[in-house]
Each structure stands twice: as C-alpha cells, then as structure tokens.
Antibody
Framework: QVQLQESGPGLVKPSETLSLTCAVSGDSISSRAWWSWVRQPPGRGLEWIGQIFQSGSTDYYPALKSRVTISLDRSKNQFSLQLKSVTAADTAVYYC??????????WGQGTPVTVSS | EIVLTQSPGTLSLSPGERATLSCRASQSVTSTNLAWYQQKPGQSPRLIIYGASTRAAGIPDRFSGSGSGTDFILIISRLEPEDFAVYYCQLFSSPSMYTFGQGTKLEIK
C-alpha cells in the first residue's frame, strides 16, 4: 500500500518561495503513475496545483502556472513542490497524492503552511 | 475551465436515511473523468467513487455514483454515523487539470 508523507517549513514569509517534499513509500516514484499536489485554504475547498509523471512531464493549474514547479528526486523516491512569490492567499494545508484513474487515489496526511511575516 | 457546482451546500439527515448529493458541470463532460471524495474534519480527503460510478477499494456498497453529461449524483443508501462529512466531486478535464466542486457538508440532523 503506497504511503505519502509531506514535509517542509510550516511558516513562509511573503514574497519568498514555499518548498515542500513528498516522500513516497510502498511504491516507486518511477512507476507509470502521475503524482499531484493539492491544497486547501483554512475552512475552504480543495484546489489542485499540478502533477508530474515518472518521465518528468508536468501539468499545472493555469492560475498558478507562472509560480509553480514540481520535480522528482528518483534517488530519494520523492517529489517536490516549489511555489514562488507567496502571499497570504497561499496559506493552506498542502497534500501530495498518487493519481489513479482520472482521480487522486492516495493522499498524504497534509502539511499546514502559513504565509506571514 | 469547467466549473463544478455541488448542491445542496449543507444536507441535514439522520442515520439510516438516504442521502442524495448533486454535482453539476458547466458543460457536458466525460463520465469516466468524474470522481467523489469524502473528507472528515482534520483528515485528508478519501477517494470513494471514480469513473462516476466505480467504488474505490474498501468503500462500502451503500455508496453509489451515477450520472452523465452535466449531472452526477452520489447516493448513500443508509447513512451510518461515520458517513457524516464533507463530500467533493472532482473532474479531470482538458488541458490535463483537476477541478473540484465547492463541497457538500453532510451533517447529522
């Protein structure tokens, strides 16, 4: 059973870069699967950020595309999210997922990130 | 971008009752690309239905999904106490992106 664990700073200053990592266990990041990041602002709904395939191919949510980079680290069996120029609107719980059949099948427990000076 | 609108916003029912949750797309979509999730307070979302009607692994058969075109529904046939949660529908659409509805909160009456 695949397990995902997010990690990274819980507090980021405005205008800086948010960096998170998702460690994968029970599966290989190089398997034929897509891996996604999703976020959820406090008290609000879910927003998909982007995805990466084992080949390194990526797709991003258009509204965030200019600020987002998702990458793989095969040596550590993990993938990462970088979000540049953050503002308070980027405060959220960030989840990593393994995609399934046009869906997000497996989720990490989520990591809260606050943007504040 | 296709918008998903869920209704009602809040549904108040008692255990043992039947719940019907709606998800409407702003234009016709491929049903294989429609999924439903359950999220309890303080927990990650859990996939319950994919392909509009296929239950994910370990999901009890009181959960069922159906629909086509622009209108999709999630039915919970007999509510158990653990079913009270927020439910989201989700669409995978061109150009390779996922979008979510705003959620329906299913609360105990």
């Amino acid at each position: 059973q695949v397990q995902l664990q997010e990690s990274g700073p819980g507090l980021v200053k405005p205008s800086e870069t948010l960096s998170l990592t998702c460690a994968v266990s029970g599966d290989s990041i190089s398997s034929r699967a897509w891996w996604s990041w999703v976020r959820q602002p406090p008290g609000r709904g879910l927003e998909w950020i982007g995805q990466i395939f084992q080949s390194g191919s990526t797709d991003y949510y258009p509204a965030l595309k200019s600020r987002v980079t998702i990458s793989l680290d095969r040596s550590k069996n993990q993938f990462s999210l970088q979000l540049k120029s953050v503002t308070a609107a980027d405060t959220a719980v960030y989840y990593c997922t393994k995609n399934g059949y046009f869906s997000l099948a497996y989720w990490g427990q989520g990591t809260p990130v606050t943007v504040s000076s | 971008e296709i918008v998903l609108t869920q209704s009602p916003g809040t549904l108040s029912l008692s255990p043992g009752e039947r719940a019907t949750l709606s998800c409407r797309a702003s234009q016709s979509v491929t049903s294989t690309n429609l999924a439903w999730y359950q999220q309890k307070p303080g927990q990650s979302p859990r996939l319950i239905i994919y392909g509009a009607s296929t239950r994910a692994a370990g999901i009890p058969d009181r959960f069922s999904g159906s629909g086509s075109g622009t209108d999709f529904i999630l039915i919970i046939s007999r509510l158990e106490p653990e079913d009270f949660a927020v439910y989201y529908c989700q669409l995978f659409s061109s150009p390779s992106m996922y979008t979510f509805g705003q959620g329906t909160k299913l609360e105990i009456k």
